[in-house]
């Protein structure tokens, strides 16, 4: 077989830097990629010596072999190479050239609003566009509204931002009206309404696979909505319009595998792909499904990390791991019970996720039934998660008798839902690095579950109802996506795996 002989694409070039240093600027995935010593090394290299000629040269410079192959599998990972990610680059270039993305949805994805004013309430309402402010501004809103329904307020850049007022004490939008229903909607129709009430909760990114166009899951009644009206293929003609112009520009992003790791985007949309189409096929509990996701996660993040060196990899590669067998892995997950050491972790990431939020409540100034929640519901999983990982740790009763709180399975399919809505969604990176979204994903399984058994459990309940999961699951996905505990996720995203595996184990 003739040796593999790697170039860097034809299109991509080396780029002398204004700091001294050097980045290879592809102009169709439109970036630009610095490059540490070794990789500039392996660079100019590069011309058509077969591979072991190039590692082997770079190595007489007295770096250690394993770091050049590393930083090899880096450049092929970002489709530098001219036989690397070749689908990708081509699909760039059609777009680049005029091409349209289609849109694309999950396909058993509806969305109907069910006028519960969940959506209006506890949140930060904006902010507002110019054109929000200004199509308000031009309505007759006295009848609506007594006093100012705009807040000001300054970024750290000193740019003015609009939102909505809400009503002190009560956190609702000053327009919601005593019926739940929204008091522009009623009054002028939902075009008066600001765009992202127009919108909300739907969303949309342009990937090289569409514009995904999908639910975020923070509707204040998903397990309802999410399964009601018109699927959302069929609505997103009436959507584009709403839409931001910054959505439809390509998000391409360098994906952080790993600390250390990069990767395309193209080839982390066929990794997420594989695992909101697993959480699709109904295999196992929505527990078992979190589980078996992490170890397809897993298997791709080793597996991207370390694959053989040759040509048409990453690619090839990833064809083996997308035609996983999913039987398989729920297999493995059932024989590989969580470690106390991993429930420990989940204790730990639980226990700063905690002290994050009681932070943030102490100012009294602050309003927030949401973090109160929250609060109350990870503070119960790190209780329950240092408990099984010490032998001879018991449980306090009351916490007993909330843990031994059910759910049916309309709860078990909304859980489903959320986790493959969740896989779909912006949900699957955090800061464009993929472990911290993967911890998230398994927070958010076991908080929800504990925060709607702790609603059943105040209206002393012994299963969990649909309106108990909407409420914990709303509060879960809100919280975790704000800045403070976002931070606490990547600051301990190496444990997501951990967690993962886990956090489903501690709330049944
Ligand atoms: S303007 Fe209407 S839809 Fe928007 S938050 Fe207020 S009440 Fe809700």
Redesign the pocket.
């Known amino acids: 077989m003739a040796p593999y002989r790697p170039r860097l694409r034809a299109d991509v070039t080396l780029q002398a830097e204004p700091d001294g240093g050097f980045a290879l600027i592809d102009r169709v995935l439109n970036r630009g990629v610095g490059l540490d010593p070794v990789t500039l090394a392996l660079v100019h290299a590069l011309d058509g010596r077969p591979l072991d000629e190039v590692l082997g040269g770079v190595e007489q410079q007295g770096l250690p072999r394993a770091d050049i192959e590393t930083k090899f599998r880096q450049l092929a990972r970002l489709n530098l190479l001219e036989d690397a990610g070749t689908d990708i680059v081509a699909r760039a270039r059609a777009l680049g050239s005029g091409g349209q993305l289609p849109p694309l949805t999950l396909p058993e994805a509806r969305f109907a609003c069910q006028a519960s ?1 969940g ?2 309430h506890g ?1 930060t ?1 904006g902010p507002l566009t110019s054109a929000d402010v200004a199509r308000l501004q031009a309505l007759d809103l006295s009848a609506l509204v007594a006093g100012p329904y705009l807040d000001e307020k300054t970024t750290p850049a000193g740019k003015t931002r609009h939102y ?1 007022a809400t009503v002190p004490g009560d956190e ?6 005593k019926d739940n ?5 009623a009054r002028f129709g939902a075009a008066a ?2 765009n ?3 919108l ?1 909760p739907l969303q949309a990114v342009a990937t090289l696979d569409g514009l995904k166009v999908y639910d975020n899951g923070e509707c204040a009644s998903f397990s309802t909505s999410s399964r009601s009206g018109p699927l959302l293929a069929d609505q997103v003609p009436e959507l584009r319009p709403l839409l931001p112009a910054a959505r439809f520009e390509l998000y391409h992003p360098v994906v952080m595998l790993t600390p250390g790791a990069q990767l395309d985007h193209g080839h982390f949309l066929r990794v997420t792909r594989a695992l909101w189409e697993l959480c699709g096929r109904g295999l196992g509990s929505a527990g078992d499904t979190v589980r078996a996701a992490s170890a397809l996660s897993r298997r791709f993040v080793e597996a991207l990390r370390d694959y053989p060196l040759g040509p048409g990899q990453p690619d090839a590669t990833l064809d083996a791991l997308v035609a996983t067998d999913p039987a398989e892995l729920y297999a493995t997950v059932a024989r590989t019970p969580p470690t106390p050491r991993q429930l420990s972790r989940v204790a730990l990431v639980a226990g700063i996720l905690h002290e994050s939020i009681e932070a943030k409540l102490a100012d009294a100034t602050f309003q927030g039934s949401l973090y109160r929640q929250f609060a109350d519901a990870i503070q119960l999983l790190r209780r329950v998660g240092l408990a099984r990982a010490q032998a001879g740790r018991t449980l306090a009763e009351d916490d007993q008798r909330v843990l031994a709180i059910t759910w049916g399975d309309d709860v078990e399919a909304a859980l489903r839902a959320s986790l493959r809505y969740q896989l779909f969604s912006h949900r699957v990176l955090i800061d464009e690095r993929m472990l911290p979204a993967t911890l998230r994903l398994g927070i958010v399984h076991a908080v929800t579950i504990l925060g709607a058994k702790q609603s059943a459990a105040s209206a002393r309940r012994g299963v969990v109802t649909l309106a108990d999961f909407d409420r914990a699951h709303t509060m879960t996905l809100r919280i975790l996506r704000l800045p403070v505990p976002m931070g606490v996720l990547v600051a301990y995203e190496d444990d997501a795996f951990d967690v993962m595996d886990a956090a489903p184990a501690l709330v049944g």
Not at 172 to 177: I, M, Y
Not at 181 to 185: A, F, V, Y
């Open positions: 004013g959506c209006c949140y309402l909505l609702h939008c000053v327009f919601l009206q229903l929204c008091g522009i909607h309404k600001p992202f009430c127009q909300y």
